[in-house]
Every structure is written in C-alpha cells, then in structure tokens.
T-cell receptor
Framework: ETGVTQSPTHLIKTRGQQVTLRCSSQ?????VSWYQQALGQGPQFIFQ???????GRGNFPPRFSGLQFPNYSSELNVNALELDDSALYLC??????????FGSGTRLTVV | RKEVEQDPGPFNVPEGATVAFNCTYS??????FFWYRQDCRKEPKLLMS???SGNEDGRFTAQLNRASQYISLLIRDSKLSDSATYLC??????????????FGAGTQVVVTP
C-alpha cells in the first residue's frame, strides 16, 4: 500500500508567478484535501475534492484552484503568487472518514 | 475566536514524567476528533482518534468532553521521542465538506533527559 506522495518537495517562485503542486493519493482513497500551513500555525483547509469535484472550500481566494483526476491524484494551482503564500502545502487523502493520510508536503517560498 | 484553540507551550517535561494538555473547539456540532503529531518540518501524522468514552493507546490517553467542548491528551512515562508538536483536530462532518479538518496551532512538547 503506497502512501500519499507530493511533488515537488521544495519550490521557490517569484511574486506574481503561478505554481502547480501535485499529489498522488493513497491507493483506494477517493478524496483529496489540500491544506496550507504557515510557519508556527496549524494547517488551514483550502479545499477538498471527491470523485473529481470540489466538495468544500475554506477561506481562500479564487486564485487557489484545484483538480482531481480519474485516478484520484490531484493538483493545486495558485495564480498571482503573493509573499504570504509562502508555506508548507499539505495534501491529505482519505476514504470517506476512514482516517486522513498526509503527504510530506511541498514547501513553497515566494520571493 | 479561533475554531480550535490550544496552549502553544512549550511544555518542558522530564523524561519519565506525565504531561497533559487540552484544546477547546468552538462548534458544538463537531463530530470527529483527533490528535495528530507533527515533527519539525514534517507532515502531521495521526496519533489517535478521540472518542466520547475516552480511549487509550499505550502511554497516550485521550478524553473528549462534549459539554465543555474540550479534548485532552495525556502522555505517561514521557520518552525523548515524544518531543513534537501535538495538533488538536476537529471535523464538522457536514455534507458539503466532510473532509474539512480544523486544526489547532499545536502544543509543543519538549521532553528533556
């Protein structure tokens, strides 16, 4: 059974650029959630995808968008990057409410 | 007011001692409760779910008080490897976002020799 994998592990972008982060969910898990964790804070819910459709969204602007593919892998896209977008981005997969497994995250730095 | 609040600590604990800390949550409709552990610059990992009747997993004991809306975690016989940030997590389990985990900012525990 493979876990949740995220890529890339680290990324440096310039303010105003766009970024795509990727997540492969744990085998059999049909739900993917994305979280943003700023330094010294707990993870904040961005959105969730269930069977390729967005199913819930946190308090993030529309420049944060996502996709889920038929194999349940997912992408998080952020447009017009701002300095405050610098954070650890975590992907979590789950099967209904049978626990949530987190990937090791992508550390994004916006300069 | 934050949805999930925790004492940030740090709790400095001698090896072998017991440490306990709480978190409070604001939404009485919350359905699922968890403790996650996060090591520095790593992803959160599930430590244990928290049930209304309270539950124990080895040296760890979790309690839920729905009336007062708090969750507790107790660690007995602390080990150096218990040093980490402990995240309190609540899930509303609403139909439109049942996967929305609400995290506290974490309680840092430092176990010293």
């Amino acid at each position: 059974e493979t876990g949740v994998t995220q890529s890339p592990t680290h990324l440096i972008k310039t303010r105003g650029q766009q970024v795509t982060l990727r997540c492969s969910s744990q085998s059999g898990h049909n739900t993917v959630s994305w979280y943003q964790q700023a330094l010294g804070q707990g993870p904040q819910f961005i959105f969730q995808y269930y069977r390729e459709e967005e199913n819930g969204r946190g308090n993030f602007p529309p420049r944060f968008s996502g996709l889920q593919f038929p194999n349940y892998s997912s992408e998080l896209n952020v447009n017009a990057l701002e300095l405050d977008d610098s954070a650890l981005y975590l992907c979590a997969s789950s099967l209904v409410d049978v626990g949530y497994t987190f990937g090791s995250g992508t550390r994004l730095t916006v300069v | 007011r934050k949805e999930v609040e925790q004492d940030p600590g740090p709790f400095n604990v001698p090896e072998g001692a017991t440490v306990a800390f709480n978190c409070t949550y604001s939404n009485s409709a919350s359905q699922s409760f968890f403790w996650y552990r996060q090591d520095c610059r790593k992803e959160p990992k599930l430590l244990m779910s928290v049930y209304s009747s309270g539950n124990e997993d080895g040296r760890f004991t979790a309690q839920l008080n729905r009336a007062s809306q708090y969750i507790s975690l107790l660690i007995r016989d602390s080990k150096l490897s218990d040093s980490a940030t402990y995240l309190c997590v609540v899930n509303l389990m609403t139909t439109d976002s049942w996967g929305k985990l609400q995290f506290g900012a974490g309680t840092q525990v430092v176990v010293t020799p």
